[in-house]
């Protein structure tokens, strides 16, 4: 596992464990069962979620929310690390050496 105070777009990013997620209307909401904190994930955050479920390059979610959602690459960019520095500093996520 990696320690970093800012994540890069090589990062690689996984779900930590312990996160119960249920779909309410578009959004996600996710219960951590360890902090006992709810966290409304959002429909894009939702998104996001679904796509670190297995080891992920922000690069590749980054391209994977342009097509998806039509936003301008580098303002994803920086919205898509922000949402997952802040999942990490939640202890949401895992950063891992690249698979």
Same mark, same amino acid.
């Given at each position: 596992?990696?320690? *970093?105070?800012?994540?890069?777009? #090589?990062?690689?990013?996984?779900?930590? =464990? +312990?996160?119960?997620? *249920? %779909?309410?209307? /578009?959004?996600?909401?996710?219960?951590?069962? #360890? /902090? +006992?904190?709810?966290? /409304?994930? +959002?429909?894009?955050?939702? =998104?996001?979620?679904?796509?670190? *479920?297995?080891?992920?390059? $922000?690069?590749?979610?980054?391209?994977?929310?342009? &097509? &998806?959602?039509?936003?301008?690459? %580098?303002?994803?960019?920086?919205? $898509? !690390?922000?949402?997952?520095? /802040?999942?990490?500093? =939640?202890?949401? !996520?895992?950063? $891992? $050496?690249?698979?």
């Amino acid at each position: 596992m990696i320690k *970093s105070d800012q994540i890069l777009p #090589k990062h690689v990013v996984i779900q930590s =464990e +312990g996160n119960i997620v *249920s %779909d309410m209307g /578009n959004e996600k909401v996710m219960l951590n069962i #360890k /902090n +006992g904190k709810y966290y /409304n994930l +959002g429909e894009i955050g939702g =998104e996001i979620w679904e796509s670190i *479920s297995k080891p992920t390059e $922000v690069n590749n979610l980054v391209n994977h929310i342009v &097509k &998806k959602y039509d936003v301008q690459t %580098d303002k994803c960019e920086e919205e $898509v !690390i922000s949402f997952l520095e /802040n999942l990490y500093q =939640e202890s949401l !996520i895992k950063l $891992v $050496v690249g698979e």
